[in-house]
């Protein structure tokens, strides 16, 4: 496998699927936390997460459009307020489709799950009429453009830094929201006792409305960022969703540092494979170990030890 | 899998139930023997046989997710395994050196010599027998479910874990059949299947054959269902699903039940994707993925996952519609179906199977009892 290659070759290797991999865990990442957050607080299983990013992707593509009309002066500014209008448009759906379907079906996860592949096939529908079934790319404005170079064999394109960057910068804030403010503190009480923290004053009912169109939010980021890296299409959600449930799954749910770890994890051994084999086989090869691991681990990575 | 004749009186019962679902599997049986084949040319009569291989997921998903209280995401991998072990013994057979005699290497399959493969890989070599395949189509499925089952039903993963896993299993296998085109057939699958010892599957008079054998292989496998439902095993089954640890700590090996469950759903997939492949004439990846997995799950789910019948007839119900609609207002058939879950989930968790034993068998009823109120009275459940 890796005959052929000089050591040098292979550091550069090594070094440029890593990054590639860095892209990919930022997607993976910003999608599983809405997801692990959503699925740890509600025991709910959202299938329309991957729609709900697909809805970023899009209104980066709309806020792209506004910018190259009305103020084509400063078009390079647009990705930073697309960011902003995706989270926006995000958690209002979210909190939409909250009030609307979810909160009736606490009590059954299955059907939640089934009900939710229903929005998205609606959601998909919905896009397919609006922008058409071909995939659709924005611009990157030119402060995006281009690449570092690090040495002669190794460059890192500035928009996957970028990205990179913005996926730490978000998910440190939803872990400090998490940890450190009123309303994570309420969260993580719910996740733990809900009638406790009934008892205790918590309106259950508002944080978790307040929750699934946070996670909801963070997917539309993750689609966000996804216009940087790739196109969009109405079924491109799908694509993912599978995935991301595993890296929630894999890591633990309830634990966003397993999140975290397994995104990581996932990422990084499919982007390194997918040089030495088909991508395909990579996938599948990833997804199998995941699987296997799962079948002798089934909790997952990390588990938060609590009472039922 | 003993009897048990005290639980309930006289054994025909076990495979028929109360009356209501004798009289539905009764009015089920000559529509598809009868009335189907009288009222449809050949060629859309073909179309429902297809429908009704998916019917054999439908059945096993009421057992499986109604019964059981497991929800699988991933029956298309075991309808998909079973498929394609029968497309492979018919791709064999299609492939004789005489019919394949331009390839480069005669005597495989012609997609193995599009893909530069020069012998058959070893796992095609017993495909060559039709015992061995007819084997293969019940037990590779079935060995794969209780691989899976028993490793996760043992660490007691159930509920949405479960979903999800055998959801993942359904997208590792489609991308690997997808992925490993000179073995498998890629994309396109395994197509222009053409003879079975011989016998042309694809004349007017074998697609009527392969219909009634469909029919009633259908027909078998309710029955089978209902055995298993109205037997101990039955109960037994609605209890875990009811309170796990209940019948856990009553004694009950809950692991090995849900294995065994989980099990029976994938043959009966496995058999309706050999029938499938007999009758369409190919097998592909389309049919192993997470979307057609997950639309088995809405055709039972919309025919009513407590009732055997009723998932049959909502796989009919629901496949027709999506035929009739797509054909020409494809845009709305995404939001109907869409709908369709939604509104099943939410209204009408029983389904089909619920609205009619809701409002119109409580009727039917006092209409009979009203007609001829002696004849009910004679006739007990048992006969």
């Given amino acids: 496998m890796f005959d052929g290659y000089t050591a040098s070759e292979l550091v550069s290797i090594f070094v440029m699927q890593g990054f590639a991999g860095l892209i990919l865990f930022s997607v993976f990442l910003l999608m599983a936390l809405g997801l692990a957050i959503i699925f740890g607080q509600m025991g709910v299983i959202n299938m329309a997460h991957g729609e709900f990013m697909i809805l970023g992707a899009y209104m980066t593509y709309l806020t792209s459009h506004v910018f190259k009309g009305a103020f084509p002066g400063i078009y390079g500014a647009y990705f930073l307020v697309a960011i902003v209008v995706a989270a926006l448009a995000g958690a209002a759906l979210g909190w939409l489709l909250e009030w609307a379907l979810i909160r009736h079906l606490y009590h059954r996860p299955l059907d939640t799950l089934l009900a939710t592949w229903g929005v998205s096939m609606i959601l998909q529908q919905i896009y397919r009429s609006i922008f058409g079934a071909r995939e659709v790319g924005v611009e990157l404005p030119d402060w995006l453009m281009g690449a570092f170079h690090l040495s002669d064999t190794i460059e890192l394109p500035v928009n996957g830094v970028f990205v990179f960057a913005l996926t730490a910068a978000i998910s440190t804030i939803i872990l400090f929201m998490m940890f450190r403010s009123r309303w994570g503190l309420q969260v993580r009480a719910v996740v733990q006792n809900r009638p406790m923290a009934g008892a205790a004053g918590i309106n259950g009912t508002r944080v978790d409305r307040m929750t699934f169109a946070l996670g909801c939010g963070v997917a539309s980021i993750a689609g966000a960022a996804f216009t940087m890296i790739g196109s969009t299409g109405p079924t491109a959600g799908q694509l993912y969703i599978v995935d991301t449930f595993l890296v929630v799954v894999f890591g633990g749910a309830q634990s966003l540092f397993g999140t975290i770890a397994s995104a990581f994890s996932i990422s990084q051994s499919q982007s390194s494979l997918e040089f030495f084999m088909s991508g395909s086989m990579a996938k599948v090869f990833t997804l199998l170990t995941v699987v296997g691991i799962l079948l002798l681990r089934p909790q997952g990575l990390f588990v938060l030890k609590m009472r039922k | ?383």
């Avoid at chain 2, 009723?310 to 035929?323: C, D, E, I």
Wanted: contains cysteine.
């Fill in chain 2, 1 to 383: 899998m003993t009897s048990h004749p005290h639980v309930l009186p006289g054994r025909l019962a076990y495979f028929t139930g109360s009356r209501s679902e004798r009289g539905a599997l009764l009015a089920f049986a000559v529509l598809i023997l009868v009335l189907l084949p009288l009222g449809l040319d050949v060629f859309r009569l073909n179309i429902f046989g297809k429908y009704l291989t998916y019917a054999f997921v439908a059945v096993g998903l009421v057992l499986c997710w109604g019964l059981g209280g497991i929800l699988s995401l991933g029956q298309g991998v075991f309808f998909g395994l079973g498929g394609y072990c029968m497309a492979m013994f018919l791709k064999l057979e299609a492939s004789d050196p005489v019919s394949t005699a331009i390839q480069s290497t005669p005597g495989i399959p012609d997609f193995m010599d599009w893909n530069q493969l020069t012998a058959l890989p070893w796992f095609w070599e017993p495909f060559h027998s039709l015992a061995f395949t007819l084997v293969a189509v019940i037990v590779v499925p079935t060995v794969f479910a209780f691989v899976l089952g028993s490793a996760l039903f043992h660490r007691r993963v159930g509920g949405v874990y479960f979903a999800i896993i055998t959801q993942a299993v359904a997208s590792i296998l489609s991308i690997l059949i997808v992925g490993q085109q000179g073995l498998t057939g890629g994309l396109n699958g395994i197509t222009d299947l053409r003879t079975l010892l011989g016998w042309d599957i694809r004349s007017d008079a074998a697609k009527y054959v392969l219909y009634y054998v469909n029919a009633f292989l259908l027909l078998a496998v309710i029955l089978g269902g209902a055995y298993i439902r109205n037997c101990k095993l039955g109960r037994i089954l609605v209890g875990i699903r009811d309170q796990e640890d209940r019948v856990r700590f009553t004694g009950y090996n809950v692991a090995a039940f849900k294995t065994f469950i989980f099990c029976v759903a994938a043959a009966f997939s496995a058999i309706g994707g050999a029938m499938f492949t007999l009758q369409v004439g190919f097998m592909s990846p389309t049919f192993v993925g997470i979307v057609p997995s997950i639309e088995m799950v809405v055709f039972c789910a919309v025919g009513g996952r407590l009732s055997l019948v009723g998932a049959a007839v909502g796989t009919l119900v629901v496949n027709f519609a999506k035929t009739t609609f797509s054909e020409s207002f494809p845009e709305l058939w995404l939001f109907a179906m869409g709908a369709l879950f939604i509104g099943v989930v939410s209204a009408f968790p029983l389904g089909l199977a619920g609205l009619y034993e809701r409002h119109l068998a409580p009727r039917l009823s006092r209409w009979r009892q009203g007609g001829s109120a002696a004849a009910v009275l004679s006739s007990t459940p048992g006969e």
